[in-house]
């Protein structure tokens, strides 16, 4: 169809920072279809340059309000690899509640506050205040609880403050945990089952959409990667996190201050949607169930499934903090001293789940214990230049048949659905480190 099209949303809502869609079209022909990213650079590579080892994920957590118990935990984990500090089996287990705390309280926003108001054509979560308080009730009374699991291992819901090199410096009590395990029976799993009720509910509002891409996501044998494992791609498998230069590609693009990504096509998708279709076969019989009633099947192309995905994981992540707790309360909780002995100075790299994807740190230590380089490569980023593919096949599919308003919701929605954290994916563009 012979069609002008000229769209700019600037300063997208419903997503953390900065950045504006732009589409132009002149006679049917697409020009351009893409996501601007015009956030400044925060240099938080640079900022760790000298750093000690007890101070990188202090610093690191400050990327992200909503994400700084994953870059965190990824930065421990790059840290301790670099300096060859073991942990025990008590503090992986710790680790791994807190991921669970952090993602279902990540995914929660993302679904109730950030997309559901695409699904019921409202501007913001406030008018469902008054048209469906009930189901707002329970988003905030899930969203609580899971902060409350951050709050209770990592000291506080944001930032946490007891885990350290090497381990944590406050063991949660039995008594704190059993309270923890009641609520996430009693409510947490209630709460998600009438979740799931509520997105089945809304599924019809989801754009039909189909863009096959590489998915990107960890994989482990023993779990449902989130905490550990190796670099999964559905298009050529597993290589280890060794490899995450490769298998990230980083390049720059004149309209974005963060960098994009690609491997083996010319971009990839992280994320919930990408955990889906590498790891289904690790999630709980109960979420899988709960995939089936959502029409989330494996090998999933549609990117507005992945708030889908979403919630599929959450539940997964509810009766799997139980599962862990179960465990911890089983061994027998201990006062352990952190191990912050190194044993080696060298380069480490910590790879991890965020919400949002697989994040990658990546610190080098000289023999004083202080940072001489250092890299990030943050979920968000990875998608970019998937979000923009993706922008390039939708226009010309609905551009005859969509008004301009529709094709712009449909925009705004796709760019949602990814649950971008843009302040979290620009920094420094070339680190060059001088003495």
Not at 9 to 25: P, Q, S, Y
Request: proline residues 5%; charged residues 20%.
């Amino acid at each position: 169809m012979s069609r002008d099209l000229d769209i700019t949303v600037k300063h997208l809502t419903r997503v953390e920072g900065h950045g504006n869609i732009v589409v132009d079209m002149k006679n049917g022909v697409l020009k351009k279809a893409q996501l601007d990213i015009v956030e400044a650079p925060r240099y938080f590579e640079a900022l760790l340059k000298g750093r000690s080892f007890h101070e990188a994920a202090i610093i690191t957590s400050r990327i992200c309000g909503i994400c700084s118990l994953g870059h965190q935990l990824t930065s421990l984990k790059a840290t301790e690899q670099a300096l060859g500090l073991r942990v025990t089996e008590q503090t992986v287990l710790l680790r791994k509640l807190l991921v669970h705390g952090a993602t279902l309280q990540s995914n929660v926003l993302h679904a109730y506050f950030l997309a559901a108001p695409d699904f019921l054509k409202v501007k913001s979560v406030i008018p469902l205040v008054g048209t469906h308080p009930e189901v707002v009730l329970r988003a905030l009374r899930m969203k609580k609880l899971a902060n409350d699991i951050g709050d209770a291992v990592g000291g506080r819901a944001v930032h946490p403050i007891t885990c350290v090199p090497g381990g944590f410096t406050y063991v949660p009590t039995a008594a704190a945990l059993l309270e923890l395990r009641r609520r996430l029976v009693e409510v947490m799993v209630p709460d998600w089952l009438a979740t799931v009720e509520t997105m089945k509910a809304l599924a019809g509002a989801i754009p039909a959409f189909e863009r096959p891409t590489e998915y990107i996501s960890l994989r482990s044998d023993d779990d449902y990667a989130l905490y550990d494992g190796d670099i999964c791609s559905t298009d050529t498998g597993r290589v280890p996190d060794s490899e995450y230069r490769r298998m990230t590609n980083e390049f720059v693009v004149p309209h974005s201050t963060s960098k994009h990504c690609k491997v083996n096509r010319s971009s990839y998708m992280v994320g919930a949607l990408a955990r889906w279709n590498n790891n289904h076969d690790r999630l709980s019989p109960v979420a899988l169930e709960a995939a089936a009633v959502l029409g989330l099947k494996p090998g999933c192309t549609n990117p507005y499934f992945n708030t889908v995905a979403q919630v599929v994981e959450a539940g997964h992540c509810a009766l799997d903090a139980v599962a862990i707790i179960d465990k911890l309360l089983a061994n027998g909780l201990k006062d352990e001293t952190p191990n912050q002995e190194p044993t080696q100075y060298g380069t480490g790299i910590g790879a991890t789940e965020v919400p949002r994807g697989i994040l990658y740190h990546e610190y080098t230590y000289d023999r004083q214990g202080r940072i001489t380089a250092a890299n990030c490569i943050i979920p968000t980023g990875q998608n970019l230049a998937n979000i923009d593919d993706d922008m390039k096949k939708l226009v010309p599919e609905v551009v005859a048949t969509k008004s301009k308003e529709e094709i712009t919701m449909w925009l705004e929605m796709l760019v949602r659905a990814y649950d971008p954290c843009i302040s979290c994916s620009v920094h420094m563009l070339d680190v060059a480190f001088e003495d």
